[in-house]
Structures are given as structure tokens and as C-alpha cells.
């Protein structure tokens, strides 16, 4: 007994002989921890529920394009309504990506070829208009995204040069950063706007508010648009979606003002006002020249009235 008692002592004594405390493990990392932040920073600030706006570009200027990309949240370039091309687009944003705001394209539709030519020269986000049905949302969704969640092929163009490098791979990062944007703008989209709102992949579903007023037949601000209104954004947030309203003037002193977040044009990031013609301010909140819809005064109907982009 002394022997084994003298050894234990021996063996403690040159290390020979420990116990000791397994080290601590790292906390697992949740996949959502390891994600790096968005370069979509319009997408950003509405999953922090932000308003975001933005200004319109119809016409190809590159030099007025990169001034206003620095003032506001996202740039909406328009080609369901202008005739500006997509080498007209392409050129703008690489004269100047990184300005501020997120380039986003409001299609004429959802064909495969538009939306693969609109995320190639390194847009963002992309707006279908018109969308009545879940077949045109998610053709919308289906050409936005790599696989495995869609089947946006990989091909040429200057999104990768755009928004990869600096430890940033396009390929990986590119699926969380885009937007989809669906516009319900007809009764017919209005009866379907849980089903179109719920599809995945869409993230956000907007009023076009003078479309809605035309379609419908109900100027808005009357009690019937706005109970079309009501149920739109009803149903987008019943689907988990973010819900919006392309007139601007909805931002404030609306009673869905709280719970719209995306708009048309509005007002800038840092208190610049544009400029029109004759050097004379513009509003900011006003829609496009010719799709203000049809108005009736605010007393006529129950919200305060929707005067509005398309």
C-alpha cells in the first residue's frame, strides 16, 4: 500500500499523472450569425421596418443619376413607362454603384429574359407591375434567384465586378440581397393578394395607387378604393410579407401610413430637394408626371385621400 501510494505521489509529481479540465467548446454559431450584412441596404432597413423611398429615372443621364443615387434610398429606373434600355441602365449604375441608393428596376413584366438581363447588369431588386395572379408572382420570383430556391442562370455581365470582391462572393451572397417587388394594381389582383403575397420568395407587395384607382374604377380616397386598399395590406400581413404603396404621399397622415414601408419617390435620406424646371423646387412625394390618378376630396372617403404613383 505505501508502494502505490509513494508512486501516485511520484507520477503526480513529474506530470506523468493529471486530470485535467477538457477545454470549453465554442458556441455553436447560428447560421444567421454567419451570414455577412446586406449590400442591399434598402432591403436592410425594411427588415428593420423602415420606410424606404426613392427617386424615378426615366431618362438615360448619367451625370443626374449619380447625383440623386446619393440623396435617396433606392433608385427606381423605369421601363414600363420610358423608353430607356437596358445598356441605357447598365451604364448608369456602373458610372456609379456605390452612390447610395440600390438600383431597382420596374419591369414591364415577368418574362425570364427581362429579369435575367436586369440582375446581369447588377440590379438589386426588381418591381412587376399588374401582378393578378400567383403565376405571374412566381415567375417573377422563379428568374430573380439562383438555384437551389430558383432558376436564375449564371451568365455574363457586371453584377459579380459590382457587388463581389473585398471578401465578398457574388454567387453565395446575391440570393439574401435581392428584392422582389410585386405592384397589385386591379380588383382581380386585390382578390388574390393573400395567395400573391404568400408565394416565397416575394418580399414585398405595393399599391400602384393610380392604377388601382383607374382599374377599379374608384378614385381614390373613396370608401370603396379604400376598402381595396384595406385588404391588400390585410392580406400582406397576414402572409408575413412587407406591404407598401407606390404614392408617397401615403407615407404620412394615412391610416395605413405606419404599416406602409415602400414607396415611390418621397422624400430624400438627407433634406435635398431636386430640382425642376426653371430651377424651381419639386415635390419629392408626388408621383411621375401623368400617373396621378383620379381623386375624389379626402372627405369623401375614410382615409385621408390616396392620390398616387402607379
Known amino acids: 500500500m505505501q508502494f502505490h501510494t509513494t508512486r501516485r505521489v511520484a507520477l503526480l509529481a513529474t506530470g506523468l499523472f493529471c486530470l485535467q479540465e477538457a477545454p470549453a467548446q465554442p458556441a455553436a454559431q447560428s447560421p444567421s450569425a454567419a451570414k455577412p450584412p446586406l449590400y442591399n441596404t434598402t432591403k436592410q432597413k425594411l427588415l428593420q421596418g423602415k420606410q424606404v423611398f426613392s427617386y424615378t429615372q426615366s431618362k438615360f443621364d448619367i451625370a443626374g443619376n449619380c447625383e ?9 429606373y423605369e421601363m414600363q413607362h420610358s423608353t430607356l434600355e437596358f445598356r441605357d441602365i447598365e451604364a448608369m449604375i456602373a458610372a456609379c454603384p456605390h452612390a447610395g441608393a440600390t438600383p431597382m428596376i420596374r419591369l414591364p413584366d415577368a418574362q425570364e429574359w427581362r429579369i435575367q438581363h436586369s440582375t446581369d447588369i447588377g440590379v438589386l431588386g426588381v418591381i412587376i407591375p399588374t401582378v393578378d395572379d400567383v403565376d405571374r408572382a412566381r415567375e417573377a420570383v422563379k428568374w430573380a434567384r439562383y438555384p437551389p430556391v430558383a432558376r436564375r442562370s449564371v451568365g455574363q455581365g457586371q453584377a459579380g465586378s459590382i457587388w463581389g470582391g473585398r471578401g ?6 446575391i440570393n439574401d440581397n435581392m428584392l422582389v417587388v410585386i405592384m397589385i394594381e386591379t380588383p382581380t389582383g386585390v382578390a388574390n393578394a393573400y395567395d400573391i403575397a404568400s408565394v416565397p420568395g416575394v418580399d414585398v407587395v405595393i399599391i400602384g395607387n393610380a392604377d388601382l384607382a383607374s382599374f377599379s374604377g374608384y378614385p381614390a380616397g373613396s370608401e370603396e378604393y379604400n376598402r381595396l386598399v384595406q385588404k391588400v395590406h390585410d392580406d400582406v400581413v397576414r402572409a408575413g410579407k412587407i406591404f407598401g404603396q407606390a404614392d408617397a404621399r401615403q407615407a404620412k397622415d394615412h391610416p395605413l401610413s405606419s404599416e406602409s414601408k415602400f414607396f415611390q419617390n418621397g422624400p430624400s435620406n438627407d433634406g435635398y430637394v431636386p430640382t425642376g424646371r426653371g430651377g424651381r423646387p419639386t415635390d419629392p412625394n408626388a408621383p411621375p408626371p401623368g400617373e396621378g390618378g383620379p381623386t375624389v376630396p379626402p372627405a369623401a372617403g375614410r382615409g385621408r385621400g390616396g392620390r398616387g404613383g402607379n
Open 168 to 173: 465578398i462572393n457574388y454567387r453565395q451572397t
Open 68 to 76: 440623386m443615387a446619393k440623396h435617396y434610398d433606392y433608385t427606381w
